[in-house]
């Protein structure tokens, strides 16, 4: 499988895209004078936060996956939950950051 098909390819593109997108609307907003743009921009840096959660966490559990032996099946499974827990946090804390 080459890099370009696995799912830290796809969390490292997403990540850089939403990155670029909240640097735009941040720059534009403040240039504007805008709001909205400003306000959505802290919202795009609250996506790339839990993007980047996810993506430690999966360069955490694909390190120990390949590192562990077949009968820690169950710590790794821990570990996608605590992954899951975690990114869950964020994007909710997110919604009570954001509205009043």
């Known amino acids: 499988m080459s890099w370009y098909q696995t ?5 490292v593109s997403m990540l850089s895209l939403t990155f670029s997108f909240f640097l735009c609307e941040i720059v534009f907003g ?3 004078n805008s709001l909205a743009l400003i306000g959505d921009s802290y919202h795009m840096l609250s996506d790339v936060i839990a993007l980047g959660v996810g993506l430690a966490s999966l360069r955490v559990n694909s390190s ?6 077949s009968s820690s099946s ?10 899951l827990l975690l990114q869950r946090v964020t ?3 997110r919604v009570h950051l954001v509205s009043p």
């Open 30 to 32: 403040y240039i504007t």
């Open 7 to 11: 799912k830290t390819c796809r969390m």
């Open 64 to 69: 120990s996956i390949s590192s562990s032996s």
């Open 74 to 83: 169950c710590n790794t499974r821990r570990r996608a939950y605590l992954r």
């Open 91 to 93: 994007s909710q804390g």
